[in-house]
C-alpha cells in the first residue's frame, strides 16, 4: 500500500496536480486498492480535518504577520538592529539576523519573513557593496527561524496532525531557534572578508529613538511567550491576540489606513484557505495511511535496523532532508506526522522533541534546491537566478543541517531548555 500511495502522489506531482488535490486523490487511490472507498467516509473525515479548533489559530498568525508588514513594523525591527549593529564591518549580514529573529516572533511563516525584510535589506545590500548571492543566502538562511520559533505555523499543523501540546511545541522551538541565530552570526562573521561601505555608529540617543520607535513590536513576541508559558492563553487565544495587537500597534504608528484592510484580510483568506485545504486532504490520507498500517510496517522494518533512539532519529531524520528538499513544508508535515511519530514514540522519543527537529529538518528543506520556496523568494527580490542563491547560501545551509544532527546526537540541546520551558 506504501508503494501505491507514493506512486501515486509522484505520478500526480509530476503531471502538475496542485498538491492538496494530489494528497486527496492518492488517499482514495488507496482507500480503492483496500476495498474500502466509501465516499461518507472521505467527506467525514475532510470536513473533520478542517473543522478543527487548534487550526483557528493559523488564520490569526497570518493575519499578524500580514497586518506587521502593511503597519510598517519591519522597517522599525530593522531600524532597530541597525542602530545597534549597523556599523560593525558586515554590519548588514547582523541586522538581517537580528532583525529576521525578532521578526520570527511575529508572523511565524519563514516565506512571509523572508519578502518582508527582503524587500529592505537587499537593496540596502546592494547600495553598499555587499555580495548579493551571500546577503540573499543569508536572508533565507535567516528567514527559515520563522518556521521554527514561536509562533510557527508548521508547529500548529504538527500537533493538531500529532495531538501533541502546541504550546509546548512553541516552547521547545525557542532554544534551536536561538542555536541557529546565533550560528549563522558566527559564520557571517568568518565569511565576510570583503570591503563594503560601513556605517556610522549612532550615539546612545539615537539608540534610544530606535528602540522606542520598535518597542511595542518587539513586545509581542514577549507577551506571546510569557502568556503561552504561565497558561493566560491558548496558541489559538495567542492568535487572537496577536493579531489585535499588531492592529492596535499599527494604527498607533499611523502607517495603515482603514482602505489597507480589505486587502489585509483578502489575503490573509486567500493563505488561509490554501492552508485548511491542505489540512483536510491530508486527514483523509492520514486515514488511508493508518488503515493500510503503513506506520506499524514502518516501524517494525526501522526497529529492525535498530532499536537504538539515536539511530532511529538519525535515519528518519536522512529520510526527511530528502523530503524536504523535493516537497513543500505544509503537505509534508501532514504526510509524515502520522507516519513517522509512532516510530519515535516506539522507542521512548519525547514526541514534542520529535515535533521540533521534524519541523527544523523541513524547514531547512524551505533552502534546499529544487523546490525550496524560500530560495525562489529570495532570488526573486534580488533580481538574482537560482544558480546564484544556491551559491550564497550552501555554508549557512550546511550549516545548519550540522546543528540538526548535532541537536539529534545531543538531544539534551533541546530537551534540557524545553524542560524548563514547560
Known amino acids: 500500500m506504501a508503494l501505491i500511495f507514493l506512486l501515486a502522489l509522484f505520478v500526480l506531482l509530476f503531471i502538475g496536480v496542485p498538491i492538496a488535490f494530489a494528497m486527496l486523490v492518492s488517499g482514495i487511490v488507496m482507500m480503492y486498492f483496500m476495498g474500502i472507498l466509501d465516499a461518507q467516509i472521505i467527506g467525514e473525515y475532510f470536513i473533520k480535518g478542517a473543522n478543527n479548533y487548534a487550526l483557528m489559530a493559523i488564520p490569526f498568525f497570518i493575519l499578524t504577520g ?13 531600524d532597530f538592529a541597525m542602530a545597534f549593529v549597523g556599523h560593525i564591518k558586515g554590519g548588514l549580514g547582523y541586522v538581517t539576523i537580528i532583525a529576521g529573529l525578532i521578526f520570527a516572533g511575529l508572523s511565524g511563516s519563514a516565506v512571509a519573513d523572508t519578502a518582508a525584510l527582503g524587500a529592505i535589506l537587499i537593496p540596502m545590500m546592494k547600495n553598499n557593496g555587499y555580495d548579493i548571492n551571500r546577503g540573499t543566502g543569508l536572508l533565507g538562511a535567516t528567514g527559515i527561524l ?12 504538527f500537533g493538531v496532525a500529532s495531538g501533541v501540546s502546541i504550546s509546548q511545541l512553541f516552547m521547545a522551538g525557542i532554544a534551536p531557534g536561538i542555536l541557529i541565530a546565533l550560528t549563522l552570526v558566527v559564520l557571517w562573521k568568518l565569511l565576510n572578508k570583503e570591503s563594503v561601505n560601513q556605517f556610522n555608529k549612532t550615539t546612545l540617543k539615537e539608540k534610544w529613538v530606535a528602540f522606542k520607535r520598535a518597542f511595542l513590536a518587539l513586545l509581542l513576541p514577549v507577551l506571546l ?4 508559558r504561565g497558561g493566560v492563553f491558548t496558541p489559538t487565544e495567542a492568535g487572537v491576540f496577536a493579531s489585535v495587537y499588531a492592529l492596535l500597534v499599527s494604527f498607533v504608528y499611523r502607517e495603515i489606513k482603514l482602505k489597507d484592510l480589505p486587502e489585509v484580510f483578502l489575503s490573509t483568506a486567500k493563505t488561509t484557505g490554501v492552508v485548511l485545504f491542505l489540512a483536510a486532504a491530508a486527514t483523509v490520507t492520514g486515514y488511508a495511511i493508518t488503515v493500510a498500517q503503513i506506520p506499524n510496517q514502518l516501524v517494525n522494518l526501522l526497529t ?18 530528502f523530503v524536504g528538499a523535493v516537497m513543500d513544508m505544509t503537505p509534508a508535515v501532514l504526510i509524515f506526522t502520522p507516519v513517522l511519530l509512532p516510530i ?17 529538518n523541513l524547514s531547512i528543506g524551505l533552502i534546499t534546491p529544487p523546490v525550496g520556496t524560500v530560495l525562489f523568494v529570495g532570488a526573486g527580490i534580488a533580481k538574482i537566478s537560482m544558480g546564484q542563491i544556491v551559491k550564497g547560501i550552501w555554508p549557512f545551509l550546511v550549516a545548519e543541517i550540522v546543528i540538526l544532527f548535532l541537536m539529534v546526537i545531543f538531544p539534551d540541546i533541546v530537551l534540557v531548555p524545553l524542560n524548563w520551558f514547560r
Not at 225 to 228: E, S, T, Y
Not at 344 to 360: E, H, K, L, N, R
Request: without cysteine.
Open 304 to 321: 529492525g535496523i535498530s532499536s537504538e533512539p539515536i539511530i532511529l532519529m538519525l535515519l528518519m531524520m536522512v529520510l526527511l532532508l
Open 344 to 360: 519515535a514514540t516506539s522507542v521512548g522519543i519525547d514526541p514534542v522533541y520529535f515535533g521540533i527537529m521534524m519541523v527544523i
Open 66 to 78: 500580514e497586518i506587521m508588514n502593511v503597519g510598517g513594523v519591519s522597517k522599525r525591527i530593522v
Open 146 to 157: 520563522g518556521t521554527i520559533l514561536p509562533p510557527s505555523i508548521p508547529l500548529i499543523l
Open 225 to 228: 511567550i510569557v502568556g503561552l
